[in-house]
Nanobody, 123 residues
Framework: QVQLVESGGGMVQPGGSLRLSCATS????????VAWFRQAPGKEREGVSC???????NYLDSVKGRFTISKDNGKNTVYLQMNSLQPEDTAVYYC?????????????????WGKGIRVTVSS
């Protein structure tokens, strides 16, 4: 069955960096898009970044230039490198897939979700 497992979260000071990993199984990453979402307390879940099957990427405007999504098809893993983190990046981060090849940042179309991992940016 499809599984996505996030790791790499934690607490960091403003301006710091973290790299999230999403270990995938149950589907072929080279044929499938994966996206990162986040949900802050009291806010709706929002799409942060996605990567298509052939490596095309898309980003939420507020993270452009700071976050980078990548993947290693051989390791079945998708990464989110987060630099210059700010308190407003504090949230639970999820990876998800709709099972198709194109990039999509709409939470409503995702069929499979990881359990999420917490990222806290605070001094």
């Amino acid at each position: 069955q499809v599984q996505l497992v996030e790791s790499g979260g934690g607490m960091v000071q403003p301006g710091g960096s973290l790299r999230l990993s999403c270990a995938t199984s149950g589907f072929t990453l080279s044929y499938t898009a994966v996206a990162w979402f986040r949900q802050a307390p009291g806010k709706e879940r929002e799409g942060v970044s996605c990567i298509s099957s052939d490596g095309i990427t898309n980003y939420l405007d507020s993270v452009k230039g700071r976050f980078t999504i990548s993947k290693d098809n051989g390791k079945n893993t998708v990464y989110l490198q987060m630099n210059s983190l700010q308190p407003e990046d504090t949230a639970v981060y999820y990876c998800a897939t709709h099972g198709s090849s194109w990039c999509d940042l709409s939470p409503g179309v995702m069929n499979y979700w990881g359990k999420g991992i917490r990222v806290t940016v605070s001094s």
